[in-house]
């Protein structure tokens, strides 16, 4: 699978594409094609989505180099969900948030939208475009792939990442924790059309079917460039933080830089007594 040769005309390619076919990222292409070793493309549109939506389809070969990482071998012969494992009882079925029709995608990094000092302003838009994705897959879950035969008896996992804000990245998974956990105790927030957002949809039976969330805001371009081995005037500002210690702030050039594949990676399940079977 040739992700990189373009299949549609430049002006149809997404610019996160242009990006990864520039020179000085061969670093980067050489680590999506290791990510995308033995992934197949079940119904042959994978590579023209790539050029030309970009963030899904990166996500999910993100998701596929970590699920083989962890050792998990995956059984395309299922249509759905995603990734249906051939060797452990789970399935894992991606989505992303992504902006909203009038807001701005996320590459541009517009100064106005950065400088906006309203952190509870744009983590609510983080959690409503969340909320969307993870509404979406339970539907999916329910209506479609509760009945298939192979989903007896596996573990119905929803893997998504965040592309809905442009300063996703710096949000961490400060959004997805309250969506899934209310720990601000808000009980609901509203879109701006007024509809009601629940939250804390983790300490509700309703979403029992959904046994984990696998969430990330740092699964982008940069992770690629973090473990990729381009060269040239880079630098890397990250933070690290483990609960109950003090974060450790990282300022350096990409020779002295490391970072794992799982990095930023983090997973919320449901409480063992309201889990339930498919």
């Known amino acids: ?21 520039d020179p000085t990222a061969a670093g980067i292409r050489a ?15 994978f590579v023209r989505e ?12 993100y998701l596929f180099a970590v699920l083989k990482q962890l050792g998990f071998e995956i059984d395309f012969s299922f249509d759905t969900p995603d990734f249906v494992s ?9 989505a992303i948030a992504g902006h909203a029709i009038d807001d701005p995608p996320e590459w541009p990094k517009t100064l106005a939208v950065l400088a906006n000092k309203d952190l509870a302003a ?20 329910r209506k479609r792939y509760a009945v298939l035969p192979h989903m007896a008896g596996r573990s119905y996992i929803v893997a998504i990442s965040n592309f809905g804000t442009q ?4 949000q961490g998974d400060a959004p997805m924790q309250r969506l899934l956990f209310d720990i601000d105790k808000e009980k609901v927030i509203h879109k701006p059309n007024g509809a009601p957002v629940p939250l804390g949809l983790f300490r509700s039976d309703a979403y029992g079917h959904i046994s984990a969330v696998l969430y990330s805001s740092l699964a982008t371009f940069g992770k690629a ?7 040239g005037d880079i630098t ?6 483990k609960e109950g210690e003090k974060p450790i702030y990282i300022d350096a050039p990409k020779a002295d830089y490391q970072e794992s594949l799982t990095d930023g990676l983090r997973k919320s399940c449901l409480g063992p007594r309201r889990r339930q079977k498919p």
């Open 167 to 170: 300063d996703f990245y710096l």
């Open 31 to 45: 680590v999506l094609s290791e990510w995308a070793q033995g992934f197949e493309d079940r119904d042959g549109k």
């Open 122 to 141: 744009r983590r609510k838009a983080s959690m409503i475009r969340l909320s969307n994705a993870f509404m979406a897959k339970s539907k999916a879950f």
């Open 1 to 21: 699978m040739d992700l990189f040769a373009p299949v549609v005309e430049k002006e149809k390619l997404h610019h996160n594409f242009l990006s990864t076919l």
């Open 86 to 94: 051939a060797n452990y009882p789970v399935a894992v079925e991606a």
């Open 225 to 231: 460039r973090a473990l990729g081995k381009d060269e």
């Open 50 to 61: 790539f050029q030309t939506s970009y963030n899904s389809t990166f996500w999910e070969l």
């Open 236 to 241: 890397f500002r990250a933070m690290r933080k």
